[in-house]
C-alpha cells in the first residue's frame, strides 16, 4: 500500500478503476486554514494520458507493479504482429492497435519490451535505437547544403525519414526511436 502523503515522481498505484497511474509531479500543499493536501501531475501507463489530481495525505492505493519482459519481434500477419519469448519460445500474437507509432521502425527479429500490469500486456516498447539502410532516396542536389536542407528516404522497414542530403541508397543509418530522428550514419 502506498498512501498520497508518500507520493513520489516514478511511484506506480492501481487507481481503482483498472486503471494505473504512475506520479509526474506532486505537491505536498499545507495551506493556512483548511487540511493539507496532494497535488499532483499522473500519466495513465494505459493509455498515455496525463491527468491532474488532488489527494488527501492519508488517501490509499494499492502498488502497482509494472513488467517489463524482452520479446523478440518476429514478423506480422495483417493487424497482428507475433513476437516470441525468448526463455520459453512461446509466440504472442499483438494486435496493431497496442503498437506505439515509432514501432514502424523495428524490424524482424528486433528485441522489444512488453510493458504489463496483473500479466495484461498494454503497450510494446521499441529498442531505442535501430540500425536501418536506406533503400530509396533522392539524390541531394550539389552545393544546396547552406540551408541545412533535408531530403526524404524510405528505409527497409518501409518507413519515411527526414535526413541530410549526403544520404544515399545503401547507406546505413542509426535512428532514435522515441524521437523518430535521423542520429548518425552507422559504421
Do not use: W
Request: proline share 5%; glycine share 8%.
Amino acid at each position: 500500500m502506498v498512501t498520497a502523503g508518500d507520493f513520489k515522481n516514478g511511484v506506480t498505484f492501481d487507481g481503482g478503476d483498472g486503471s494505473v497511474f504512475q506520479v509526474i509531479e506532486f505537491q505536498h500543499v499545507k495551506p493556512g486554514k483548511g487540511a493539507a493536501f496532494v497535488r499532483t501531475k499522473l500519466r495513465n501507463v494505459m493509455t498515455g494520458a496525463v491527468v491532474e489530481r488532488t489527494f488527501s495525505p492519508t488517501d490509499k492505493f494499492q502498488d502497482a507493479r509494472i513488467e517489463r519482459r524482452e520479446m523478440q519481434y518476429l514478423y506480422n500477419d495483417g493487424d497482428l504482429y507475433y513476437f516470441m519469448d525468448p526463455e520459453t519460445y512461446d509466440q504472442i500474437p499483438i494486435n496493431s492497435s497496442m503498437l506505439p507509432e515509432m514501432f514502424k521502425f523495428v524490424k524482424e527479429n528486433d528485441s522489444c519490451k512488453f510493458v504489463s500490469y496483473k500479466g495484461n500486456v498494454f503497450s510494446v516498447e521499441p529498442p531505442m535505437f535501430v540500425t536501418l539502410e536506406v533503400v530509396d532516396c533522392e539524390p541531394g542536389v550539389k552545393g544546396d547544403t547552406a540551408t541545412n536542407a533535408k531530403k526524404v528516404c524510405t528505409l527497409e522497414t518501409g518507413a519515411t525519414l527526414n535526413v541530410p542530403l549526403f544520404i544515399n541508397v545503401g547507406d546505413k543509418l542509426k535512428i532514435d526511436t522515441r524521437t523518430g530522428e535521423y542520429i548518425e550514419r552507422a559504421k
